[in-house]
C-alpha cells in the first residue's frame, strides 16, 4: 500500500468522523467555551426543520444555521439554557425539539402505541376465545336423516 493511498484513506476516514461538528461554520462559534458548550448542547435537542430528522448542529440547511447563530445570540444575551429553548419553541412551536414534550395534545400521540397494542392485544384474545368456544365441525354427529341420505349417495356411487 502506497502513502499516498493511506493518507488518502486516513483524510476520509477524518472526514466522516469530523462531518457533523462540520455544520458549525467558525464564524458561529462563541469565544466563550462554555457558553459554545452550552450552545452544544441546546442544538442537539433542537431539529432541523429543513432536515427533519437531524439536529440543528448536524445540519447544513440555512435554516439551521439561523437556528443555532439564535441559540447562540440568546445565550450571549444571558438567556439560561431552559430560557433559549422555550424561546426557540415559542417562535416555531414544538416540532422544533427532538424529544417532544408530553404536554397538551402531545399526551395522545405518547399514549397511542401503548393503547394501539393494549387494544390489538384485547381483540386477539376476544377473537381467540372465540374461536375456542364455537363448535368444531369434525366434533357434530349426523342426524339420521343425514346418515340415511349419505348411504344412499354412497350406494349410488357404488353401482
Keep these: 500500500m502506497s502513502q499516498a493511498m493511506i493518507r488518502a484513506g486516513l483524510t476520509a476516514l477524518l472526514l466522516a468522523v469530523a462531518a457533523p461538528s462540520l455544520a458549525v461554520l467558525p464564524d458561529e462559534m462563541l469565544?466563550?467555551?462554555?457558553l459554545e458548550a452550552r450552545a452544544r448542547e441546546i442544538s442537539k435537542g433542537l431539529r432541523c426543520l429543513v432536515c427533519r430528522n437531524e439536529n440543528?448542529?448536524?445540519?447544513?440547511?440555512?435554516?439551521?444555521?439561523?437556528?443555532r447563530l439564535l441559540v447562540r445570540e440568546r445565550l450571549s444575551a444571558g438567556d439560561s439554557d431552559r430560557q433559549v429553548v422555550d424561546y426557540v419553541v415559542d417562535r416555531y412551536g414544538e416540532y422544533?425539539?427532538?424529544?417532544?414534550t408530553t404536554k397538551g395534545a402531545n399526551w395522545l400521540l405518547w399514549a397511542a402505541g401503548p393503547l394501539m397494542l393494549l387494544m390489538g392485544g384485547g381483540l386477539a384474545w376476544v377473537y381467540l376465545r372465540g374461536r375456542a368456544r364455537a363448535p368444531h365441525p369434525q366434533d357434530a354427529a349426523l342426524?339420521?336423516?343425514?346418515?340415511?341420505?349419505?348411504?344412499r349417495i354412497l350406494d349410488q356411487q357404488d353401482g
Design 31 to 34: 469565544a466563550d467555551p462554555k
Design 56 to 67: 440543528i448542529d448536524e445540519s447544513n440547511a440555512d435554516l439551521a444555521r439561523d437556528l
Design 96 to 100: 422544533v425539539l427532538l424529544s417532544p
Design 143 to 151: 342426524t339420521e336423516e343425514e346418515q340415511e341420505r349419505l348411504r
